[in-house]
């Protein structure tokens, strides 16, 4: 447990500056990142701490973080995802069809997401379940236009003296892919 807490801190350093600022006058960090063993279903900050999981994969992500976080058969879904990538591809190879999976499972998230640039977004709230968390966010890097989304993220509690008290299991996300895609085109990128 002592192992847990002290990981925990350091993990709350590396992320508080932006996940603190969304509950000001709540939390501390230490609360932040204990598993609420109150009831079966996580706490809000429980469900913040995963939100800002996913803000961290997309905005600073490494391998190390992903290999902590996420499940080896994670699932990635965003129909939006795979219509921006046909509009305007972001990635390379071949888009997968409507309705499949962005990524199937880790492996694939760490190659795709890896050498992505950085997508920096704010989390503008944050709905804790038993096994799943709904956030709605913002992202804010990319271009002038705010690109506004909504995601499901499963998530499965992580065996005890894991570096986080949850891990996700399945991702669930739509966004506003016509404001990215303005913004790809003001920017010549489209
Ligand atoms: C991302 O990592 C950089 C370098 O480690 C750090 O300066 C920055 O604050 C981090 N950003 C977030 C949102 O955690
Ligand atoms: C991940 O999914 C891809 C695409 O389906 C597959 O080729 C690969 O073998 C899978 N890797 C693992 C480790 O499951």
Same mark, same amino acid.
């Given at each position: 447990m002592l192992a847990f807490q002290q990981v925990s801190v350091l993990f709350a350093l590396a992320v508080h500056t932006f996940a603190i600022p969304l509950i000001a006058n709540r939390?501390?960090?230490?609360?932040? &990142?204990s598993r609420d063993d109150s009831s079966s279903c996580m706490s809000n !900050? !429980?469900? @913040?701490?995963? $939100?800002?999981?996913?803000?961290?994969?997309? $905005? !600073?992500?490494?391998q190390d973080l992903a290999d902590a976080v996420l @499940?080896? $058969? &994670?699932?990635?879904? +965003?129909? +939006?995802?795979?219509s921006l990538n046909s509009?305007?591809?972001?990635?390379? $190879?071949?888009?997968?069809?409507l309705m499949s999976a962005v990524f199937e499972n880790r492996t694939q998230f760490e190659a795709g997401q890896g050498p992505q640039p950085s997508i920096q977004s704010t989390i503008s709230q944050v709905w804790n379940g038993c096994t799943s968390v709904t956030m709605r966010y913002q992202m804010t890097n990319l271009g002038?236009?705010?690109?506004?989304? @909504?995601?499901?993220?499963?998530v499965v509690e992580a065996p005890a003296g894991s570096s986080h008290p949850y891990q996700l299991a399945g991702m669930f996300s739509e966004f506003d892919v016509g404001s990215w895609i303005s913004n790809l085109k003001d920017a010549g990128q489209c």
């Open positions: 939390d501390t960090v230490q609360d932040l &990142f !900050n !429980n469900a @913040l701490q995963i $939100g800002g999981l996913w803000v961290e994969l997309i $905005g !600073n992500y490494t @499940l080896p $058969g &994670f699932t990635d879904y +965003s129909d +939006s995802a795979l509009a305007c591809p972001q990635t390379t $190879g071949p888009t997968p069809a002038t236009r705010p690109v506004v989304g @909504l995601i499901v993220m499963d």
